[in-house]
């Protein structure tokens, strides 16, 4: 850093987007190429592509002190491989499979010249929606934190250094997830105790598993923009949690806290973001036109730039780039990376796990629920549906397309192709667009229906409702969908419901009139395999939903781990001078870690080490599980408590424990648990995370609404 002038140093802390990709608003702003010889830029975010990287590495080589560029990604769900969105992986709670989804985008990526993802999203969401619930791990931070370390360890693999490992960043910090009515980019406003408590934790665990840099956000918290927070970004990240990586703005947020209101002019806003902890600009421009000036005029002390710029040179060492700035950036590494089979099997697999069964009723004609399917030799199936050929929308929002991926990417057609043989008995009909209100397909859709023995029905989003900027007032089925399923329905045959989304939907008719549904999300290159290995029962589903599906709009915020009101609802029925809405029953459609299989599930008989404990004692918790079914099957085993009555209102219940198993049918497995003083702690009024004495209530079972239950108390 001695070697370095003011010039050079502010350099390093501005980031560029390239023109190939744009992720934000561009600006347009000259000859970009000439910068980097300047040393006027320390890192790149959309530039792609081992050859591309190395050009304009070569660039920066030609600055005075030769510091090599760091290129960021988007890399969220897969690079050449796409996997499923963030929040379908979260409901598979494999957290092996999680951090081996993110080990094969890191290592993809890396192929391609790019050092540093802006993965994982970490933000709690309890408002579908917000476009971007589809970038996270839903609802619950206890699932959130886990899944947020998983994917720091994935990118990350054996450590900086490696040249399969990339820089993780975990993102948006902080309470981007709160914004209110679910607008990307508003406001958020909370009490510090639920910041600590819900928003701050999955942060925190991704720092203990040493992720490398920090994206702050866009929205302001209780009326400070999150990129001029100092409380934020200095008390609680690098100061309380000893973060020493580098924190990166979001895309243009230090200038955007101009039109929050917050800072005066862009040197203003320089100076706010950098004196509060923000150490790199990504494409605000601020740093590199104001810093320099700031710190001749004694504004800000070069210290502070200094630590900044550290905290970014210190990246780019740890990636060997000093060494050779040229190591990711090469084109046979990228080529044999490109096609890897192995790297579709990890996709396929991933995709199977993030599949939730919602409903599979027993049809009575048949004597047993439609699924898995029965075919024989002469079953006819219809294929029908917006979405039955779709093959980008599979991808999701935050991926990349591929020239090859109409050959690629296995759309639910042709999955079911594959599987189902005989593929002249496959009939299809698309029946509407996933938007507008043209009917004129349906009754080629009712044609297909009454040739057939099976309806199989593909409905949705389109794979770019959801994500940024993406935020939806109404989360219905788009367009006529439901109607379209409504015509099906009518033909009696039997249905299959596959709804595709990058979010919870609502779907109510369906829900209740439909046998079988199939919440699919987006899962990525290998969806239409997945899906189909799960309808014919090569796969049997063990999803869990990682968000509480509403009834409808106006049920949101909904999530499970409420407080009750001193006035709490009993039942649906019961709305008179209780916590209820009166024209809506108060349960959700569907509840946070919710998800059927082809078997079925018993608890019984859980059981406790000691009915008392003393606090900082640790208490065992075991259960029989069953599987009582006709199927081999993986459950996901929930734990939650409730702690009765504290010094502050707790929720009706919180997610403190999990585990998936495996049973064979008519297998019991006893699962046992830990449970430590951290779990029975909580925010106390000044912040301190501490347990009370007093009584506990136990839950286990399959979803958040399960009322399998015991209780112990904790003595002082
Ligand atoms: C804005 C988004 O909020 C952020 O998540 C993303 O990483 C950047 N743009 C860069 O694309």
């Known amino acids: 850093m001695s070697l370095m002038t003011l010039e050079e140093k502010v350099g390093q802390l501005n980031q560029l987007s390239s023109d190939f990709i744009s992720t934000g608003p561009i600006t347009c702003d000259g000859e970009k190429q000439d910068r980097v010889r300047q040393g006027k830029v320390g890192s790149y975010l959309n530039v792609t592509g081992a050859a591309r990287t190395r050009s304009l590495q070569e660039i920066a080589m030609q600055s005075r002190r030769k510091i090599p560029l760091l290129f960021a990604q988007d890399v969220i769900h897969g690079y050449r491989t796409i996997f499923p969105i963030p929040l379908a992986e979260a409901a598979s709670w494999d957290l092996a499979a ?52 998983a994917r720091v360890k994935g990118f990350q693999g054996k450590g900086l250094g490696q040249v399969d490992a990339i820089m993780a960043c975990a993102k948006h ?20 105790r639920r910041l600590h408590e819900v928003y701050l934790p999955p942060f925190k665990a991704a720092v203990e598993a040493g992720v490398s840099s920090v994206m702050n956000s866009f929205n302001d918290i209780n009326g400070i923009p999150a990129t001029g927070n100092t409380y934020l970004q200095r008390t609680i990240l690098k100061g309380k949690w000893n973060f020493n990586g580098l924190v990166v703005s979001d895309w243009g947020s230090i200038g955007e806290m101009i039109n929050h209101g917050y800072a005066t002019d862009t040197a203003d806003a320089a100076k706010r973001a950098i004196i509060a902890g923000s150490d790199m600009d990504m494409e605000s421009r601020a740093y590199v036109g104001q810093l320099i000036e700031l710190v001749k005029r004694k504004i800000v002390p070069e210290s502070v730039i200094d630590e900044a710029v550290c905290r970014v040179l210190n990246k780019k060492f740890e990636l060997g780039l000093f060494d050779d700035p040229y190591r990711f950036s090469d084109e046979s590494r990228e080529k044999a990376i490109w096609n890897d089979p ?9 995709a199977k796990k993030s599949i939730v069964l919602l409903k599979n009723d027993l049809v009575k004609k048949l004597g047993k629920p439609l699924l898995p399917l029965d075919v024989f030799g002469s079953t006819k199936i219809a294929l029908v549906g917006p979405l039955v050929k779709a093959i980008s929308d599979n991808n999701g929002f935050w991926s990349y397309s591929w020239p090859d991926d109409s050959v690629r990417v296995v759309s639910l057609w042709k999955g ?23 009917t004129s397909g349906f009754a080629a ?30 989360i219905h089925l788009p367009g006529i969908q439901e109607q379209l399923v409504k015509e099906l329905v009518a033909t009696g045959k039997p249905v299959v419901v596959l709804i595709s989304a990058g979010r919870p939907l609502v779907f109510n008719w369906i829900a209740d009139n439909v046998p079988s549904i199939v919440y699919t999300w987006w899962l990525g290159t290998e969806a239409g395999n997945a899906i189909a290995d799960v309808l014919f029962g090569d796969h049997n589903p063990s999803g869990k ?16 781990n409420y407080f009750n009101t001193g006035r709490p609802f009993k039942n649906d029925k019961d709305f008179n001078y209780v916590t209820a809405y009166t024209d809506l029953p108060n349960s959700p459609r569907y509840p946070f870690g919710y998800g059927l299989s082809y078997t079925t599930f018993e608890y019984r008989n859980i059981r406790l080490s000691a009915d008392t404990i003393n606090l ?39 997610l403190k424990a999990f585990k998936k198993v495996r049973l064979m049918s008519g297998e019991t497995k006893e699962v046992e648990f830990l449970l430590t003083e951290k779990e029975l702690s909580f925010f106390q009024e000044d912040l301190r995370f501490a347990a009370e004495p007093g009584l506990f209530n136990l839950f286990i079972g399959g979803s958040s609404h399960t009322s399998v239950h015991t209780s112990f108390y904790a003595k002082e």
């Not at 939903?545 to 499970?560: A, D, H, K, S, V």
């Open 173 to 192: 910090f902080a309470a981007y997830g709160a914004a209110e009515g679910g607008r990307d980019y508003n406001t958020t406003d909370m009490s510090m």
């Open 445 to 474: 859709a009712r044609q297909a229906a009454l040739k057939s023995d099976i309806v199989i029905v593909s409905v949705g989003e389109s794979g770019s409702m959801s994500g940024e900027a993406k935020s939806r007032s109404e």
């Open 98 to 149: 999680i951090e081996r989804s993110a080990r094969i985008a890191a290592s993809e990526a890396a192929g391609s010249g790019i050092h540093w993802t802006f993965a994982p999203m970490v933000d709690i969401s309890r408002d579908p929606r917000w476009g971007r619930v589809m970038e996270g791990a839903g609802e619950d931070t206890y699932l959130g934190s886990l899944i947020a370390e």
């Open 545 to 560: 939903l990682p968000m509480t599906f509403p009834r409808t709009e106006g049920q949101i915020p909904i999530y499970y």
């Open 342 to 350: 192995t790297h579709l099997e990890a996709a396929r697999d991933m």
């Open 616 to 654: 900082g004692e640790s208490i065992k918790v075991k259960v029989n599980v069953t599987n009582s079914g006709k199927y081999v099957g993986d459950e996901v085993v929930q734990l939650y408590i409730q702690d009765v009555a504290a010094s502050l209102v707790r929720p009706v219940r919180e």
């Open 416 to 438: 079911v192709e594959r599987k189902f043989k005989a593929s002249k008995d496959l009939i299809y009909a698309k029946g509407c667009e996933l938007e507008g209100a043209d």
